[in-house]
């Protein structure tokens, strides 16, 4: 670990990611982000009135749950003040209701009922009811939507609409975690934009103005079912650069932006910012289990034994995050106590001994990363890594939009891969690792661990449906069609002006309405 850290701080120096259920009730609060959620205490009375500024990390052509742009995580801070999520994420990776006030299951977790709060309206008037959720979440289910949950609409094999308040799920397979599907696109209960209404939610803000792709204007709607937001308006500014969005806010002309980059995580605390972060991203590395070399699992296993991932975390996040050891985050509710055993040490004589085994005593490979510094440098580290076990690694960097073609495409032979998909551990198993899935950019096949995510899927009782995860998991990491590096801090920055910041340290899914914050001037 030693020998690492100093052999790779030139790195650190010479440079300076992303690629996105019971019967309680949550309270508003879990989403507006109030003092009960663990808004600092020093924060004192909330403050109405005035205009909230905002930095957004990537442009949108939509203000539609069905462009998954808008319902990305630095992009939720938006959908979040325009609609309300029928579900949200709670701590350590629950799922409770909200705009829902509960979603049931029958015995097999086949059958679901959602039951709606009552005296919902869209910002147009018209009641959010049962048949409204039916004509969103049909709408959404459209080939033409272009929505990322398409693949989640079509596990559906009927819905209809039972009454004013009730809504009936007809599943085509079990699936005990089906309200997780309702946190995004699915659960933000939307109207078709049409004519001047390019949104039409339920949510505390209505569009006043908005320039796809620059920037949109909200103001507070007068007719919230809810608590009403705090800002008279929030104003919302695309910031791509990263830099410039960190400077905006050092400068005084944001209030609030999105980061995800180490060293302003790092810093905000010297600079007088005030942060609202949680493990919302992880950074790990793609093989194409189609194509050779890597149709071998012991060439795979070898660069699994060749990374150091305490060292990867130290000198790319900056002690900002944490290793990772497999698809079960660190506070996913179906985590093993022992997870973390299941994942090799860093081993590079093991990694020279499994490649010469496999016949490929000189592997090389060409390695597809984002352009973007953080990518870049973490690219840097495994190069120097792999290296020490006789790999030789060649770094392509691309823009975000040429590596995305290649990963679903799967024209690649190494990709870096950093995603908040394990935020959620049902999805991201069966979404990456299910034989047929699109989402399986590896390629990945392995009938054991098919069984056991489909009965860990149909499995009522979260404890067993735990035992069939870990199964999986373990699988997964001995197979190694992905390398684990990471758990990133991600999340908001703000200045010392802005006031009702919630605690989201345990969230894995980083979601915060901006309803629930005030700028204190």
């Known amino acids: 670990m030693k020998r690492h850290t100093h052999l790779l701080a030139a790195s650190a120096c010479a440079l300076t990611l992303a690629l996105t259920a019971g019967a309680c009730t949550a309270s508003d609060s879990a989403v507006s982000g109030d003092g009960s959620t663990g808004a600092a205490p020093a924060d004192g009375p909330a403050v109405d009135g005035g205009t909230l500024r905002v930095g957004l990390d990537r442009p949108f052509t939509k203000l539609d749950p069905a462009d998954g742009t808008l319902t990305s995580m630095p992009m939720m801070v938006l959908a979040n003040a325009l609609y309300d999520p029928l579900m949200i ?73 039972n009454g004013p308040t009730t809504v009936d799920f007809t599943l085509k397979a079990p699936n005990a975690n089906f309200p997780s599907l309702f946190t995004r696109s699915l659960g933000y209960v939307s109207q078709a934009p049409a004519g001047t209404a390019p949104a039409v939610g339920s949510g505390p803000y209505t569009v ?9 204007t909200v103001a507070r709607n007068p007719a919230y079912w809810g608590d009403k937001g705090h800002a008279d308006k929030i104003v919302y500014k695309v910031l791509p650069d990263s830099d410039s969005r960190y400077q905006s806010l050092r400068s005084g002309d944001a209030d609030l932006i999105w980061t995800e980059t180490p060293a302003q995580l790092k810093q905000a605390g010297g600079a007088g910012l005030r942060a609202a972060t949680g493990p919302g991203s992880t950074s790990t590395v793609l093989f194409n289990t189609k194509a050779a070399p890597f149709d071998d699992p012991r060439v795979r296993r070898a660069l699994q034994y060749a990374v150091d991932r305490e060292a990867v975390e130290k000198v790319v996040f900056l002690g900002q995050g944490k290793p990772s050891d497999g698809p079960i985050g660190s506070h996913s509710p179906y985590r093993a106590a022992n997870a973390a055993d299941a994942y090799p040490a860093h081993d590079p004589a093991k990694a020279r001994a499994l490649l010469a085994e496999a016949g490929h005593p000189d592997l090389s490979f060409e390695y597809l990363v984002d352009n973007r510094p953080e990518g870049q440098q973490r690219a840097t580290v495994l190069q120097q890594m792999f290296a020490e076990a006789g790999v030789r690694m060649t770094i392509k960097p691309m823009d975000a939009a040429s590596l995305n073609t290649a990963m679903f495409q799967r024209k690649f032979q190494v990709l870096d891969f950093v995603t908040s998909m394990f935020g959620d551990t049902d999805t991201a198993l069966n979404s990456l690792y299910t034989a047929g899935s699109p989402y399986n950019f590896m390629g990945y096949s392995n009938p054991e661990v098919n069984k056991a995510i489909v009965a860990g899927r149909a499995e009522p009782d979260a404890a067993k449906r735990g035992t069939a995860y870990d199964k999986a998991a373990r699988t997964i990491v001995g ?24 605690d989201l340290s345990r969230r894995t899914v980083i979601s ?9 001037k």
């Open 89 to 161: 994420n709670g701590d350590d990776g629950v799922v409770e209701p909200y705009l829902a006030e509960a979603f049931t299951p029958d015995a097999n977790a086949t059958g679901w009922t959602l039951k709606l709060r009552e005296g919902v309206k869209f910002s147009d008037g018209k009641p959010l009811d049962a048949q409204a959720v039916v004509d969103h979440v049909k709408r959404l289910a459209k080939p033409e939507s272009t929505c990322t949950c398409a693949a989640d609409a079509a596990t559906i094999g009927a819905i209809e609409a």
């Open 479 to 502: 197979d190694a069609p992905m390398l684990f590096l990471t758990e990133n801090r991600t999340g908001f920055l703000a200045t010392a002006e802005v006031g009702g910041l919630p």
């Open 512 to 520: 915060l309405s901006p309803a629930g914050l005030w700028v204190k």
């Open 208 to 216: 006043e103005s908005v320039q796809p792709g620059v920037s949109v």
